[in-house]
């Protein structure tokens, strides 16, 4: 089964600083997906990636998908304290698959 | 616009009774329909997902069941609840495979 592992597991940094977040996939990724979680709060989706290579910003938040599908990573420029929350990356287990599975996330503190 | 409703927002229940959680979507027809349930240090955890009416695939074999009683009605049940059942649980819809989920804000079930 495909598994996605999210790095680093937790991260606190202090307002204005750049982050990066990775998530790593044990297979090909078909879709790759990011959310934003506030604590006790449902997912907000924030960005889809589907072809290798691809890059999407929105805001101060650029995602990638690597040549090679089976590697994503999320950078947020100039942190707030609005960007702090629970980060996850979720994906199709395969092309045309009803299954999205997610990792478990990672936590982000952004202290002002 | 499409819009997903879940309830109730908390629970408390013994150990040993029954649950019914629902979820409805509404502005759409034919939903692929989904449950999580999150956990601390677990990660969300694809629990039951539905592509149509009286469609249902279960991923994690476990105390619990899920029904679609209607095109976009979504119900997670249980005959005896369990300790280990309490977390977050989380019903998302998307449209077709490969397109982002939709989530609802969540039902926080406590188990005692």
């Known amino acids: 089964s495909q598994e996605l592992e999210q790095s680093p597991q937790s991260l606190i940094v202090q307002e204005g600083k750049n982050l990066t977040i990775n998530c790593t996939s044990s297979?090909?990724?078909?879709?790759l997906y990011w959310y934003k979680q506030k604590y006790g709060e449902g997912l907000i989706f924030l960005m889809m990636l589907q072809k290798g290579g691809e890059e999407k910003s929105h805001e101060k938040i650029t995602a990638k998908l690597d040549e090679k599908k089976q590697q994503s990573s999320l950078h947020i420029t100039a942190s707030q304290p609005s960007h702090a929350g629970i980060y996850l990356c979720g994906a199709d287990t395969q092309g045309g698959s009803e299954k999205l599975v997610f990792g478990k996330g990672m936590k982000l503190t952004v202290n002002p | 616009s499409q819009t997903i409703h879940q309830w109730p927002a908390t629970l408390v229940q013994p150990v040993g009774s029954p649950l019914s959680l629902e979820c409805t979507v509404e502005?759409?027809?034919?939903?692929?329909l989904y449950w999580y349930r999150q956990a601390a240090g677990r990660g969300l955890q694809l629990l039951f997902y539905?592509?149509?009416?009286?469609?249902i695939s279960s991923e994690v074999p476990q105390n619990l069941s899920a029904s679609r009683p209607q095109d976009r009605q979504f119900i997670l049940s249980s005959k005896k609840l369990l300790l280990s059942d309490s977390g977050f649980y989380l019903c998302?819809?998307?449209?077709?495979?490969?397109?982002?989920?939709?989530f609802g804000n969540g039902t926080r079930l406590t188990v005692t």
């Open positions: 297979k090909t990724l078909y879709g």
């Open positions: 502005g759409t027809s034919n939903p692929n």
């Open positions: 998302a819809w998307r449209r077709i495979s490969g397109s982002p989920l939709h």
């Open positions: 539905s592509v149509g009416i009286g469609q």
